[in-house]
Structures are given as C-alpha cells and as structure tokens.
C-alpha cells in the first residue's frame, strides 16, 4: 500500500509478476528453502487486502510458504506502543489469507523514540508482551519476528543498543 513511509508502491498486479518470477526462479534450484512475501503494511485489513490480490494475480500453482508483516504498533491491547490495536487481530486476520502458512514479522518494534532513554520500561514490557502472545497463544502461526532496529540512527527505529554501541537494558539482555 502507498501508506508506507519507508516503502515504494508498486501495483498488487505488478508485485503479482515479480514475486511469481521470482518463486519459480528459486525453485528451480531449490524446493526446500521457505519462500515469504514481502513485509506487508497498513495493517491487516489494508496490508491484507494488497497480499489477497497479490495472489489472486498469480497463478495458482505458483505459492509463497508463508507470509510477511510489520506490524509496528501491535501489541498487547492497551500498551501505550500498541496504538493500531491487538497483535492478534494481525495474527488472525493474515492467518486466514493462506491457512495453514505462517506469518514472519521482519519488522516490528517501536517507532519514533530513538534515544529515549526515558522510555526504555515501556519498550521492554511492549517487547515482552509482543512475543508472549506469540509464545502462548499463536505459537505454530507465527515463524519469527525480527525486531527493528538492531541501533538507534537506524531509520527510525527504537534500537536494541545506542547510538554509543552501549546495549540498552533490560530490553537487550532480554532479547
């Protein structure tokens, strides 16, 4: 979708061809390595909109093992980094675009507080929460989750150390 600050747009058609290419091309060196589409935005409704029609445009024998999200400001509902709603919500609604395929979050964490030491407890039970709905109640729905970013000065993103190098704790101790 065209919401995305840090992302080009391109057509779900066009997007369609690519990834289609692109699967055949891997697979014809390779049939074991997953396969997963590119990190969708805008949520689960409009981030699923765009992935349903991206494989609508594609040929039906043509399939990625799974699907990828960045479901920054998703959490446990009520956390104040959890403003765009439940974490289950995106689990449930990208889980019955391609049942029975998981769903790789390779992007998530907390936007728009790089260097806020002020606000490192937060982080921390926000991150915490994130992956104990993942652990106890989605566990086989959910292949990994990559947090972003591993530094602040990366773009935008709350890093697991400083822009010092100096690890961030608890949050890098814990995860």
Known sequence: ?????????????DYAN?????????????????????GHTGGPDSGGNYARATLAAMPADVRPD??????????????KFSNFGALEEE?????????????WFTEWGV???????????DVTTYASGFMNIIKT?????VAAAIWYAWADGMDNGYGLVGANDQPKQPL???F
Not at 21 to 36: E, F, L, N, Y
């Open 1 to 13: 979708p065209a919401i995305a600050r840090a992302a080009v747009p391109i057509p779900a058609k």
């Open 137 to 141: 109640q989605c566990p086989s729905q």
């Open 111 to 121: 936007l728009d507080r790089q260097g806020d030491n002020s606000v490192v407890a």
């Open 172 to 174: 890098y101790q814990k």
């Open 66 to 79: 799974g699907i990828a999200s960045h479901p920054y400001g998703r959490g446990v509902q009520g956390h």
């Open 91 to 103: 689990i449930r609604k990208y889980s019955a675009i391609m049942p029975g395929k998981p769903i």
């Open 18 to 38: 690519m990834l289609t290419q692109t699967i055949r091309a891997i697979r014809s060196v390779d049939s074991k390595t997953p396969i997963i589409t590119g």
